[in-house]
């Protein structure tokens, strides 16, 4: 609950650089209660509105319910890391972040998609797109707010919008050198680890033996 009693908030995810942005917030005269990165989306919310999502560095799954003017806010992470499903009946229009209790809805309804599961089966792929192993149940599209105005509950009524683009073209050896392009991404990937060492208990690491993993420990431990 925002700090005016106006906003209530569900939300899924973590975000990296929620104390930079509450110091921003702070700045513009806001009171924190708690120390959470929670209270911190809510209240950017409130001062920043659809702002707010270009700001944040993390993944989300996120559900604002504005209760003066009746309006629910949907809003789901760049890439579509934190999942945020959807299905519609003819009672209205559900949301959740796990996929049982959209089946739990009405579960007789329910009907397996045979050509997402050939997919999954061929190729490991899952959640690449907006469609799920269910033919009932969706996924909200990632990099995108939804906004339903009262009285609205069907999809095909809600404002949407994407909130950021992904680049049009990749860099070339044109456009940026090879030691710049090694030297932005060592900042990049280094200030990644950084913010996500950021926690209130003790921090662990799954090793899976690749480079990936490997170098995530490397740079922690540096």
């Known amino acids: 609950l925002s700090a005016d009693g106006r ?8 975000i990296y ?26 209240e950017g919310y409130r001062v920043w509105g659809e702002q707010l999502w270009p700001r944040m560095n993390g993944f989300w799954a996120v559900a604002l319910y ?7 806010v949907l809003s789901r992470d760049r890439i579509g890391v934190a999942p945020l499903y959807y299905r519609e009946t003819q009672t209205g229009f559900f949301f959740s972040s796990c996929i049982r209790p959209l089946i739990d809805i009405e579960s007789a309804g329910i009907e397996l998609d045979q050509d997402v599961l050939l997919g999954f089966a061929r190729c490991g792929i899952k959640d690449h797109d907006n469609t799920t192993c269910y033919r009932q149940i969706r996924s909200v599209p990632s990099l995108t707010t939804m906004v339903f105005h009262a009285g609205q509950s ?10 950021w683009h992904f680049p049009a073209s990749r860099l070339t050896e044109h456009d ?20 996500r060492l950021r926690a209130d208990v003790k921090v662990a690491f799954e090793l899976s033996g690749g480079l990936d993993s490997s170098s995530v420990v490397a740079a922690a431990a540096m």
């Open 7 to 14: 906003m209530v908030i569900s939300y899924n995810g973590e």
């Open 17 to 42: 650089n929620f104390r930079e942005l509450r110091a921003e917030l702070q700045a513009h005269g806001r009171a924190f209660r708690t120390k959470s990165d929670t209270e911190v989306l809510v």
């Open 66 to 72: 504005d209760l003066r003017d009746d309006t629910v």
């Open 154 to 163: 069907a999809f095909e009524q809600a404002t949407r919008k994407p909130y």
């Open 176 to 195: 940026i050198s090879m030691q710049e392009a090694v030297r932005r991404y060592r900042e990049t990937f280094f200030s990644a680890v950084e913010l």
